[in-house]
Each structure stands twice: as structure tokens, then as C-alpha cells.
């Protein structure tokens, strides 16, 4: 395994992390933790989800290589605050439900936030424009466990 990793990082192959044997969240410990976050469970005064969906840990086979993607659940909601406002609405909301900012790479028009689940998964949560509409004012929620390459 070391000397695939190292030709993985020579560039010399094609990235494997982990193995499709062994899901990173085999009972789903995760994956329930992160849905019954208060984020999730509720919406911030003046927000209605209008949905709230999950998926379970998955396995990933591409060209370039194979990996786990770790559980996730997001909320679509859609509001007519201006944006800066539901920036402070939402980073009062999730600050209240533990969760700290996050200044790692983001893409624009996002915010991103991060929180060690109690059985120790960690969690980056994004808020962003609804990719699956084009109508302003459609957004989305998503919370995604980190599945480290190891």
C-alpha cells in the first residue's frame, strides 16, 4: 500500500482511498448523527426547509482513481432575504448549534462552516445557491463527512 500511495503522489497511478470493502460509516453512526443536527432538525427564525435529504457513505470508481465520499444531508429552502442578511442569519443559527467558520476553500457565493460530530466524524457545511435551479432566492444546506484518504 505504501508504494501506491507514494506513486499516487509521484503521480505515477491512479488515487485509491480506502478500500470498498470497508465503508467509513458501515452502521450509519454518521450519517444519523449529522441528521438529527439541530441545523437540520430546524431552520433558523424566518426559514422553512422545504426539503431535507440524506445519503448514506459512498463508494466512488472513476478513471482517475477510487474513493469514499462520507454521508450527507442537505436542506433546500428558499427566501427573499437579501443575501448579507441570510449570511448573519445563517452564521448565528449555526455558531448557536456549535458549529465554527470555516475559511478553507470555498467556492463564491458560499459559506462554509466545520464540526466534529459527537462520534467523531468531521463535518463541513455549506450554504450556497441551489445549483439545481436557476431562480434566485433557491438555496441549499449541505453537510458533507470528511472520509481522510489513508
Known amino acids: 500500500m505504501a508504494t501506491l500511495a ?7 497511478g491512479p488515487r485509491v482511498c ?19 443536527d439541530p441545523v ?16 448514506a457513505a459512498q463508494w466512488h470508481q472513476g478513471v482517475d482513481g477510487a474513493a469514499w465520499s462520507g454521508a450527507h444531508v ?15 442569519l445563517f452564521d448565528r443559527f449555526v455558531e448557536q448549534a456549535g458549529w465554527t467558520v470555516d475559511h478553507g476553500n470555498r467556492p463564491p457565493d458560499s459559506r462554509q462552516w466545520a464540526k466534529t460530530l459527537p462520534g467523531g466524524g468531521r463535518v463541513v457545511l455549506d450554504l450556497w445557491p441551489d445549483p439545481a435551479t436557476e431562480l434566485s432566492g433557491h438555496f441549499s444546506l449541505a453537510g458533507n463527512v470528511d472520509v481522510p484518504c489513508t
Request: proline letters at 9%.
Open 18 to 36: 480506502g478500500s470498498r470493502t470497508r465503508p467509513p460509516d458501515a452502521h450509519g453512526r454518521q450519517l444519523g448523527e449529522l441528521l438529527t
Open 6 to 12: 507514494t506513486a499516487c503522489i509521484a503521480g505515477g
Open 74 to 88: 442537505s436542506a433546500a429552502f428558499t427566501t427573499s432575504l437579501p443575501r448579507p442578511a441570510l449570511d448573519r
Open 40 to 55: 437540520f432538525t430546524g431552520a433558523p427564525a424566518g426559514i422553512r426547509y422545504m426539503q431535507v435529504t440524506s445519503r
